[in-house]
C-alpha cells in the first residue's frame, strides 16, 4: 500500500470518530435543540456529491469513508427532523 493511501485510510478511521460522537450524544442525552438541521442537510449533499466523485476516480479509501459518513449522518438528521 503506498504512503497516500495510508494516509487516505488514516484519515477515514479518524473521519469515522466524528458523526458517531454526535449520534451517541443525541441518543444518550435525546436533545437534538442546539443542532442544525440545515447543516445536516448541506452535509449529506456533500457527502453525496465526493461519493460519486470517488466512484468516478475509483477512489477505494473515499468510497468506503463516503458511505459510512453518508449512513451515519443520515440517521443523524432523521434524528433531527423526527426529533
Same mark, same amino acid.
Given at each position: 500500500m503506498k504512503y497516500g493511501d495510508k494516509v487516505g485510510w488514516l484519515g477515514v478511521l479518524f473521519g469515522m470518530g466524528v458523526a458517531p460522537a454526535q449520534l451517541v450524544k443525541i441518543w444518550m442525552t435525546g436533545?437534538?435543540?442546539? =443542532?442544525?438541521? +440545515?447543516? *445536516?442537510?448541506?452535509?449529506? =449533499?456533500?457527502? +453525496?456529491? *465526493?461519493l460519486l466523485h470517488a466512484i468516478h476516480i475509483k477512489a477505494k479509501v473515499f468510497i468506503t469513508s463516503n458511505i459510512i459518513n453518508l449512513g451515519v449522518n443520515f440517521t443523524i438528521l432523521m434524528y433531527l427532523i423526527g426529533g
Open positions: 436533545n437534538t435543540e442546539a =443542532i442544525s438541521v +440545515v447543516t *445536516y442537510m448541506f452535509l449529506l =449533499i456533500m457527502m +453525496v456529491c *465526493y
